[in-house]
């Protein structure tokens, strides 16, 4: 058997080695037969959907370039063309980035030609951005000055913001050429920065580019733009601020002494130059962003003192006339009336610094401005007072026979303390909803006084004068009255408990005519919602008698006067006609029943509940037989109660076995359902595979087919191989043999 195979093997390799096409076929077929085999074996199915590609989130119009696929690696090429380049990383399920994307849109419009807009998509997993960045949320705004950035803006996400903050990254620095310049740039801005810069040398001096960079370094710290930088490089206006030295900067303050930065203490770099202005500036009014209704920025500034704080429409890129009025108002308030600054700092004399007197540093501040404002003081006697100022230099002595303050000042605080108010800002567009709660009822101006520590609160009136409301507040016996914020009902409903609010609670429970048992409540007190039972019979009780009011106030929506606050909930307070001055309080220890609440009124009024007040007293029997019918009533409600609920509890409890049961056979239910799924999907898994497997087996039987043919020819072509070399070796043998017989013929015949 061996034998025979070993023998069939090598003639089909001889018959291959002598037709080499027969071999590759056989070669092809196999593989063609192997390789759907093995890839129908081996895939496996993938469960999970791939994410969809990102598209644009800004329109193709905008001039913008959106890199929606989060190529980080083309923003660089793109900030190389454009001195100034915004970067607005977004994610587009953001609703934060949906709502800037129109505010970014408009200021792209309208800057498209001085600045570089980029939008890239941080959120796409493919991303580089999103392999690179690792922001905790969006939308993400950088900004880039040439080589320096970012500088990421944190301020509100509206045009007008935006546009100013990438103005002042535009233009970081101003040029100021003349004294007037210089007068109207110490004016206008509250917060100023000056550096004298000699471009003799060369073109841009290595002081000028660490001043810039300093500005560029002080608007990631400010994103209000409230510090505002220029620079001068005439030295005869430089002498205004007295800066003679080259690379010098100057930090103007209105409340203090204006200062020069101090180039042998620190050393003069962006960031040394950033530190100090931001360490040693004032203003005399601040702008916040409260994040919420309950923010922690805004309990920060209240707890510093008394605040006033004004809501006013702001426009960043646009002047704004209230706005300029509150700011005099407040440099009035800390500095006093201009009238005043001439005789109080001029006149004085300079003296040493060692000396043991009082200075004000007012003097050295104001008396160049005055000379270019007033134009009454001549400059050399300003400058001998200017000029003395320094670390160890000499100041000038004021205050030491100051009268007291003009009357037409608002609170005199030159050179002495006094009650201190703080001015704030707040855009009304942007904190409405705080404005509302603290009282305003139209969207207008709204100026309001907050003292956190004596718990005040006043609201200037349309018609009033902001000075005459400050004023007043600074009065020791302030004239002012504290505004309450109350809840207003839609509509007043009759019910036998009479609800109280801030406006009408001094017109009910001050009413001389009647007694009023007043209940203090909230939403949140769990133990004041299990009293409305209680009083709700009490009201019943005196429902017949007009002279007894049963009435409550809920203390967390209205705002109360001091005197007729409670320290704690539920509190019950009783007003007695014709003295409510001495109001009674429902003692603590004792519970809140009925009969306990009857005899407390009862104890102050001296009448019963169905008694009119001066038609006489009834016995004192007559009352007690009442009152213990009225405990018996009680105690026989208290019985049926304990007997309902122990019915309750009963029913309680088969009400909660019944819900396990529902919730046992609701999750056998939910197993059920998806086992049967399972089941279902097993199913159509299997079918599918056994489809599978028929189409496969009736290719190979298809294969086998073909195999079989293909034997078959090879069978009978080795057969025709056979008998041809069969044929052969007999004709071979006969040549041989007939060879052999002439050649023995020949032998013969010789």
Same mark, same amino acid.
């Given at each position: 058997?061996?034998?025979?195979?070993?023998?069939q093997l090598r003639?089909?390799?001889?018959?291959?080695?002598?037709?080499p096409?027969?071999?590759?076929?056989?070669?092809?077929?196999?593989?063609?037969?192997i390789?759907p085999?093995t890839?129908t074996c081996?895939r496996v199915?993938?469960v999970v959907a791939?994410?969809?590609?990102?598209?644009?989130f800004?329109p193709?119009?905008?001039?913008l370039?959106?890199l929606?696929?989060?190529?980080l690696?083309?923003v660089?090429g793109l900030?190389?063309?454009a001195?100034?380049?915004l970067v607005?990383?977004?994610a587009?399920w953001c609703?934060?980035?949906?709502?800037?994307r129109?505010?970014v849109?408009q200021v792209a419009?309208?800057l498209a030609r001085?600045?570089?807009?980029?939008a890239v998509n941080?959120?796409?997993n493919q991303?580089?951005c999103?392999?690179?960045?690792s922001?905790f949320?969006?939308?993400v705004i950088?900004?880039?000055?040439?080589?320096?950035?970012?500088?990421e803006y944190?301020g509100?996400?509206?045009?007008?913001?935006l546009?100013s903050?990438i103005q002042?990254?535009?233009?970081?620095?101003?040029?100021?050429?003349?004294?007037r310049?210089?007068h109207?740039?110490?004016?206008?801005?509250?917060?100023?920065?000056v550096?004298y810069?000699?471009?003799?040398?060369?073109?841009?001096?290595?002081g000028y580019?660490i001043f810039?960079?300093?500005a560029?370094?002080a608007?990631r710290?400010?994103?209000?733009?409230?510090v505002?930088f220029?620079v001068?490089?005439?030295?005869?206006?430089a002498?205004g601020v007295s800066?003679?030295?080259?690379?010098?900067?100057y930090?103007?303050r209105?409340?203090?002494?204006s200062?020069?930065f101090?180039?042998t203490?620190r050393?003069f770099t962006?960031?040394?130059?950033?530190?100090?202005v931001?360490?040693n500036?004032e203003s005399v009014i601040?702008w916040i962003q409260?994040t919420?209704g309950?923010?922690?920025?805004l309990e920060?500034?209240l707890?510093k003192?008394?605040?006033?704080?004004t809501?006013?429409?702001?426009?960043?890129l646009?002047?704004?006339?209230?706005l300029s009025?509150?700011?005099a108002?407040?440099?009035?308030?800390?500095?006093?009336s201009?009238?005043?600054?001439?005789?109080?700092?001029c006149?004085?004399?300079?003296?040493s610094?060692s000396?043991?007197?009082?200075?004000?540093?007012?003097?050295v501040?104001?008396c160049w401005a005055?000379a270019?404002?007033?134009?009454?003081?001549?400059?050399?006697?300003?400058?001998?007072?200017?000029?003395?100022?320094g670390?160890l230099g000499?100041?000038?002595?004021c205050c030491?026979?100051?009268p007291?303050p003009?009357?037409?000042s608002?609170?005199?605080l030159?050179?002495?303390?006094?009650k201190t108010?703080r001015f704030?800002?707040?855009d009304?567009?942007?904190?409405w909803?705080?404005a509302?709660r603290?009282g305003?009822?139209?969207d207008?101006?709204f100026?309001t006084?907050i003292?956190?520590?004596?718990e005040?609160?006043y609201?200037?009136?349309?018609?009033?004068?902001?000075a005459?409301?400050?004023?007043?507040?600074?009065?020791s016996?302030s004239?002012?009255?504290?505004?309450?914020?109350?809840?207003?009902p839609q509509?007043?409903?009759?019910s036998?408990?009479?609800?109280?609010?801030?406006?009408?609670?001094l017109?009910?429970?001050?009413?001389s005519?009647?007694d009023?048992?007043?209940?203090?409540y909230?939403?949140?007190?769990?133990f004041c919602?299990?009293?409305?039972?209680v009083?709700?019979?009490l009201a019943?009780?005196?429902?017949?008698?007009?002279a007894l009011?049963?009435?409550?106030?809920?203390v967390g929506?209205?705002?109360?006067?001091w005197?007729?606050m409670?320290?704690?909930?539920p509190?019950v307070?009783?007003f007695?006609?014709?003295?409510?001055q001495?109001s009674?309080?429902?003692?603590?220890n004792t519970?809140?029943?009925v009969?306990?609440?009857?005899?407390?009124v009862l104890?102050?009024?001296?009448?019963?509940?169905?008694?009119?007040?001066g038609g006489?007293a009834e016995?004192r029997?007559?009352l007690?037989?009442e $009152?213990?019918? %009225?405990?018996q009533?009680?105690?026989?409600l208290?019985r049926?109660r304990?007997r #309902?609920?122990q019915q !309750? *509890? &009963?029913?309680?409890r088969?009400?909660?076995?019944?819900t396990?049961?529902?919730h046992?056979l609701q999750t056998?239910?939910?197993?059920?359902q998806?086992?049967s799924?399972?089941?279902?999907?097993l199913?159509r898994?299997?079918t599918?595979q056994?489809?599978?497997?028929v189409?496969? $087996?009736q290719? %190979?039987a298809d294969?086998?087919?073909e195999l079989?043919?293909?034997n078959?020819? #090879?069978?009978?072509? !080795? *057969? &025709?191989?056979?008998?041809?070399?069969a044929?052969?070796t007999?004709?071979q043998?006969e040549d041989?043999r007939?060879?052999?017989?002439?050649?023995?013929?020949k032998c013969?015949?010789?």
């Amino acid at each position: 058997m061996l034998r025979r195979l070993r023998a069939q093997l090598r003639q089909a390799v001889d018959l291959m080695a002598r037709r080499p096409e027969l071999c590759c076929g056989a070669i092809l077929l196999s593989c063609a037969l192997i390789l759907p085999i093995t890839l129908t074996c081996s895939r496996v199915k993938s469960v999970v959907a791939s994410p969809r590609a990102p598209l644009r989130f800004f329109p193709s119009e905008s001039p913008l370039v959106d890199l929606f696929l989060g190529q980080l690696e083309e923003v660089e090429g793109l900030r190389e063309e454009a001195d100034v380049t915004l970067v607005f990383y977004y994610a587009p399920w953001c609703a934060h980035c949906i709502a800037a994307r129109q505010h970014v849109q408009q200021v792209a419009l309208r800057l498209a030609r001085q600045v570089q807009f980029v939008a890239v998509n941080c959120w796409w997993n493919q991303g580089r951005c999103r392999k690179q960045k690792s922001f905790f949320q969006y939308p993400v705004i950088h900004l880039y000055y040439r080589s320096v950035g970012p500088i990421e803006y944190r301020g509100p996400v509206h045009s007008e913001y935006l546009e100013s903050f990438i103005q002042r990254v535009c233009a970081p620095l101003t040029y100021l050429p003349s004294v007037r310049a210089l007068h109207t740039f110490l004016t206008q801005h509250q917060q100023a920065v000056v550096g004298y810069f000699q471009f003799s040398t060369s073109p841009q001096p290595a002081g000028y580019i660490i001043f810039l960079l300093s500005a560029l370094h002080a608007l990631r710290r400010d994103q209000q733009g409230e510090v505002h930088f220029a620079v001068v490089t005439n030295q005869a206006v430089a002498e205004g601020v007295s800066l003679r030295e080259d690379e010098s900067v100057y930090l103007h303050r209105r409340l203090n002494s204006s200062l020069v930065f101090p180039r042998t203490q620190r050393n003069f770099t962006a960031q040394a130059v950033c530190d100090w202005v931001f360490e040693n500036r004032e203003s005399v009014i601040h702008w916040i962003q409260p994040t919420g209704g309950k923010s922690y920025s805004l309990e920060v500034e209240l707890q510093k003192g008394p605040a006033l704080l004004t809501f006013l429409p702001h426009n960043p890129l646009t002047a704004n006339q209230l706005l300029s009025q509150v700011s005099a108002v407040a440099l009035q308030y800390h500095c006093g009336s201009e009238e005043d600054w001439f005789p109080r700092c001029c006149q004085s004399l300079p003296v040493s610094w060692s000396a043991d007197v009082s200075v004000c540093e007012l003097c050295v501040s104001r008396c160049w401005a005055l000379a270019l404002s007033l134009q009454r003081v001549s400059l050399s006697s300003c400058r001998s007072v200017q000029n003395s100022y320094g670390v160890l230099g000499r100041g000038s002595v004021c205050c030491r026979s100051v009268p007291g303050p003009p009357p037409d000042s608002i609170t005199g605080l030159q050179c002495r303390s006094n009650k201190t108010l703080r001015f704030y800002l707040l855009d009304t567009q942007l904190h409405w909803p705080l404005a509302q709660r603290l009282g305003a009822s139209a969207d207008l101006p709204f100026i309001t006084i907050i003292n956190l520590r004596d718990e005040t609160h006043y609201v200037l009136n349309r018609t009033d004068a902001l000075a005459d409301f400050i004023q007043n507040f600074s009065a020791s016996y302030s004239p002012l009255h504290r505004h309450l914020v109350g809840h207003k009902p839609q509509q007043q409903t009759r019910s036998l408990i009479q609800e109280v609010t801030s406006d009408s609670f001094l017109h009910t429970v001050m009413d001389s005519q009647k007694d009023v048992l007043l209940l203090y409540y909230s939403a949140w007190c769990g133990f004041c919602s299990v009293l409305n039972h209680v009083f709700l019979q009490l009201a019943r009780l005196f429902q017949g008698n007009s002279a007894l009011m049963v009435a409550r106030v809920n203390v967390g929506r209205n705002d109360l006067p001091w005197e007729f606050m409670v320290d704690h909930l539920p509190s019950v307070l009783f007003f007695p006609r014709h003295r409510k001055q001495m109001s009674v309080k429902f003692p603590e220890n004792t519970p809140m029943t009925v009969p306990n609440l009857l005899r407390f009124v009862l104890q102050h009024t001296g009448h019963a509940p169905w008694e009119e007040p001066g038609g006489g007293a009834e016995p004192r029997s007559l009352l007690e037989a009442e $009152l213990q019918a %009225l405990q018996q009533q009680v105690f026989s409600l208290h019985r049926a109660r304990e007997r #309902l609920s122990q019915q !309750l *509890s &009963v029913l309680w409890r088969e009400n909660r076995r019944l819900t396990l049961h529902t919730h046992t056979l609701q999750t056998q239910n939910a197993e059920l359902q998806e086992q049967s799924e399972q089941l279902e999907t097993l199913y159509r898994e299997k079918t599918q595979q056994l489809s599978d497997s028929v189409h496969r $087996l009736q290719e %190979l039987a298809d294969a086998s087919e073909e195999l079989l043919e293909e034997n078959t020819l #090879l069978r009978v072509l !080795l *057969s &025709v191989l056979r008998e041809r070399d069969a044929q052969d070796t007999q004709r071979q043998e006969e040549d041989r043999r007939e060879e052999v017989e002439g050649q023995e013929g020949k032998c013969e015949a010789s």
